[in-house]
């Protein structure tokens, strides 16, 4: 089986205006990395739109309709403090969630491996009822529930290795025992959530990284805390918010990741995802701001899920 790789034009589209960190180069950036040759053998299509009715696997009626009818004809609109839509941003931000609904069907039918969505906006700052850094929907929520609704998954793993703590994921999974949350982090940084002590029903399991930690660190949060929790959870499914912006060149992080970093914990995952449901494993982009960074690190991790 292969790799499946999901992306839209639509994504390129969503506008964030001048200087705004999350723009349309970072897509751009990532898809030229996967256009190497090593990356032939990944099977590339393209991304369904999502419907209401997924979007409302993780968000009310109210959130879904708001955010909708946020998007403007004409021009930009600031819906937070810095998060921003569009005219095509609506499009975008159901393309970001029907990729992963589709990569959810594809890998569980058995047609694909893994895969790995990249699009955008992306998700895991988004909350039930709150549009937050950057993203809209959340899309890694999305397709925990949609696995778990459409296919009958009992126990859903979610890793987020992003340098921002997805509070969103957190919020909307916390009361939840049949999903697991897990994540690494940089803390102090936006947006002020992930401390250790934040259990949820004990199914979350944040490993908070300090300011100028580098790979070391990492790589022993990764094997002395994340790691054994998502093998003990003994998921049927593992999704990955694929976040870049721990590498050391990320102008939004204060961690000192290298792509190796990425590539490395990637393949631990995916060895898990083999040990207990058939190697299954859905990723969807996240942040990463330094572009030659992101393209680097996006082949480390596209890497690692073909040779898993």
């Keep these: 089986m292969t790799t499946f790789l999901y992306t839209h ?58 955010v909708l009818g946020s998007v403007p004809v004409e021009g930009l609109v600031m819906i937070d ?10 499009e975008a931000a159901l393309r970001a969630a029907g990729a992963v609904v589709a990569a959810v069907d594809a890998v569980i039918s ?13 998700g895991h700052h988004a909350e039930a009822d709150q549009a937050m850094g950057f993203c809209l929907f959340n899309n890694v929520v999305i397709a925990a529930r949609h696995a778990q609704q459409a296919h009958g998954l009992r126990r859903v793993a979610i890793m987020d290795f992003d340098v921002h703590h997805g509070n969103g994921t957190q919020h909307l999974l916390e009361h939840d025992s049949s999903c697991l949350y897990a994540s690494t982090h940089q803390m102090p940084l936006y947006p002020g959530t ?12 944040n490993a908070p990284l300090s300011p100028d930690s580098g790979s070391a660190t990492f790589r022993a949060a990764m094997e002395n805390t994340i790691l054994p929790a998502i093998r003990t959870f003994d998921p049927e499914l593992v999704l990955i918010s694929a976040g870049f912006d721990a590498h050391q060149d990320d102008p939004l992080g204060g961690l000192n990741l290298v792509a190796e970093d990425f ?3 990637t393949s631990k995952l995916c060895q898990i995802a083999a040990d207990c449901c058939d190697g299954r494993v859905v990723s969807t982009l996240e942040g990463g701001y330094d572009l030659d960074a992101l393209g680097e690190c996006s082949a480390a991790h596209v890497a690692a899920l073909m040779a898993a």
């Design 9 to 66: 034009q639509a994504c390129l589209e969503h506008d964030t205006g001048a200087y705004h960190p999350e723009r349309a180069d970072r897509l751009r950036s990532v898809l030229k990395a996967l256009r190497a040759e090593a990356f032939a053998g990944l099977d590339r299509l393209e991304a369904p739109r999502a419907t209401r009715e997924h979007l409302m696997l993780a968000h009310p009626q109210g959130h879904v309709d708001h």
């Design 81 to 90: 403090a810095d998060t921003v839509v569009c005219p095509e941003s609506g």
């Design 110 to 122: 058995g047609q694909a491996r893994n895969a790995f969505c990249a699009t955008r906006p992306p």
């Design 194 to 205: 992930g401390d250790r002590h934040e259990r949820g029903v004990g199914n979350i399991i």
């Design 263 to 265: 590539g490395w914990a």
